[in-house]
């Protein structure tokens, strides 16, 4: 394992006033800072910058896909902003995707977690950017036909970043008489029952509940990082559990005994005891890990997190009408039939009933007890940068006290802390009449309090 570091998160204490001086710094302390950084005054420099690399970027041990520019002066960070997640002083310049032409020997099919048919390429193996490619990712069956892509072309392949391979599409030139136009199957090629596909959408899907694909994907969907994170269950194990019959569905997991497990091959005593042990851990994970887990089809792990801070348990969830679900914000008709659906099935309830008698936790913590602290009740604005601290660390103090920080000045805003070069809420809090604390003020309140 091996590490750049590239960025600064926060110090205590001063520090350098510009990102490149910044880095040295790192480095001058002994972290490794890549060597092949560069500042540049104009835009040309990093123009040249990203076009030498962009041809020599094979010649480097690691894998990369661009080059990041950021703004060098810290000063200039805060007037940039960010716009959602993406921050207006750094911005990824990326390379164009590597491409290769190779032969698509055959099309076949994959069952998603959700039962949906997904159909991949299966290739002649070739080099593409130094990674040998022999499957690449077709989406659906509408992206075949609109790049009118068949089985025995010569197609072009492309990889970019880390994304999964991809096919462009066929190189019709070297077309020959022995192509075949691919059609999706009737039925799903693992259990045979005839597949569906619901009005208005491209994927077909295996409507079989009991379907050993399924059951798979659901499984290792279920156990997987981002929903109930259960260490030591891996897709191998998943695979011997769903195989030997201990587990039909996720929630047969809870009931798993030490004497079932330490009766699998190459498991042992320890092993089962520290899976248990995870199982068990895994029952009180917040609300919106078990909706992202129960596998709902269109639920990402995001929509989850925004249903369980709505309904706030999944009963709740369970009795909301389509039109309750559809009228939240980003949720609209389609997740909100979809989450609906879900719970008018049955083998779906039986797996959540068994999940509750299991003791998995069913609804979002009790909301914590009104703040304690020096500061309880007291709302904060911070303009301006300070220059003993990030705003974040300065905000994180204040709610440390039992205040809140939030960004806008307001009529009930009781104290706007003012660093160097404040903005607009300087003068709304003037308009106002809030009470102003200069950075000298704000850290003897910190001091006095203990926070610092
Ligand atoms: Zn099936």
């Known amino acids: 394992l091996d590490i750049w570091v590239y960025q600064l998160g926060w110090a205590d204490g001063p520090y350098p006033p510009t990102h490149w001086e910044t880095l040295h710094w790192l480095q001058d302390m002994g972290f490794r800072v890549n060597p092949e950084i560069g500042r540049y005054d104009g835009l040309e420099g990093v123009e040249r910058h990203y076009h030498q690399w962009a041809d020599r970027r094979h010649d480097l041990e690691y894998e990369i896909d661009g080059l990041v520019v950021k703004a060098d002066p810290f000063q200039h960070?805060?007037?940039?902003?960010?716009?959602?997640?993406?921050?207006?002083?750094?911005?990824?310049?990326?390379?164009?995707?590597?491409?290769?032409?190779t032969k698509l020997l055959g099309i076949e099919i994959n069952i998603g977690r959700t039962g949906t048919l997904n159909p991949y390429a299966?290739?002649?193996?070739?080099?593409?950017?130094?990674?040998?490619?022999?499957?690449?990712?077709l989406h659906n069956e509408e992206d075949i036909r609109r790049k009118d892509v068949r089985v025995g072309d010569t197609v072009i392949?492309?990889?970019?970043?880390?994304?999964?391979?991809?096919?462009?599409?066929?190189?019709?030139?070297?077309?020959?008489?022995?192509?075949?136009?691919?059609v999706m199957p009737d039925r799903c090629p693992v259990c045979g029952t005839p597949v569906v596909r619901p009005e208005g959408e491209v994927m077909r899907y295996c409507p079989n509940p009991a379907c050993p694909a399924q059951a798979f994907r659901w499984l290792t969907h279920f156990v997987s990082r981002g929903a109930?994170?259960?260490?030591?269950?891996?897709?191998?194990?998943?695979?011997?559990?769903?195989?030997?019959?201990?587990?039909?569905?996720?929630?047969?997991?809870?009931?798993?005994?030490?004497?079932?497990?330490?009766?699998?091959?190459?498991?042992?005593e320890k092993s089962a005891e520290n899976l248990l042990s995870a199982i068990e851990a895994s029952k009180d994970r917040p609300l919106g890990?078990?909706?992202?887990?129960?596998?709902?089809?269109?639920?990402?792990?995001?929509?989850?997190v925004l249903l369980a801070s709505q309904f706030g348990?999944?009963?709740?969830?369970?009795?909301?009408?389509?039109?309750?679900?559809?009228?939240?914000?980003?949720?609209?008709?389609?997740?909100?039939?979809?989450?609906?659906?879900?719970?008018?099935?049955?083998s779906n309830l039986g797996v959540i009933e068994k999940?509750?008698?299991?003791?998995?936790?069913?609804?979002?913590?009790?909301a914590a007890a009104p703040p304690e602290g020096p500061l309880a009740g007291l709302r904060f604005v911070i303009t301006g940068s300070l220059a003993s601290m990030p705003r974040s660390k300065a905000e994180e103090f204040i709610r440390q006290l039992g205040g809140s920080a939030s960004d806008s000045v307001t009529k009930k805003t009781d104290y706007?802390?003012?660093?160097?070069?404040?903005?607009?809420?300087?003068?709304?809090?003037?308009q106002y009449g809030t009470r102003l604390l200069s950075e000298q003020e704000f850290l003897e309140l910190l001091r006095q309090h203990g926070a610092i």
Not at 122 to 137: D, F, I, R, Y
Not at 356 to 366: C, K, L, S, T
């Open 355 to 366: 999940l509750r008698r299991a003791g998995v936790r069913m609804a979002e913590e009790i």
């Open 228 to 268: 109930m994170d259960i260490e030591g269950l891996g897709e191998s194990w998943c695979y011997v559990l769903l195989e030997q019959g201990l587990v039909k569905n996720p929630a047969d997991i809870y009931s798993l005994t030490k004497e079932q497990l330490v009766g699998l091959e190459r498991m042992g």
């Open 416 to 430: 706007v802390v003012v660093g160097e070069s404040p903005g607009s809420k300087l003068r709304k809090a003037q």
């Open 122 to 137: 299966v290739l002649e193996p070739v080099q593409v950017g130094g990674v040998t490619v022999s499957k690449a990712t």
């Open 157 to 182: 392949v492309q990889r970019a970043g880390d994304v999964i391979p991809q096919v462009v599409g066929p190189v019709v030139s070297k077309r020959t008489g022995r192509v075949k136009v691919f």
């Open 289 to 304: 890990r078990l909706i992202f887990a129960l596998g709902i089809r269109h639920v990402g792990s995001e929509i989850a």
């Open 77 to 101: 960070y805060e007037r940039l902003g960010v716009v959602g997640r993406e921050p207006r002083w750094a911005t990824a310049y990326k390379f164009p995707p590597i491409q290769a032409t």
């Open 313 to 346: 348990s999944i009963d709740a969830l369970a009795r909301a009408s389509v039109e309750e679900l559809a009228a939240i914000p980003t949720v609209g008709p389609r997740i909100a039939e979809s989450v609906h659906q879900y719970f008018r099935d049955a």
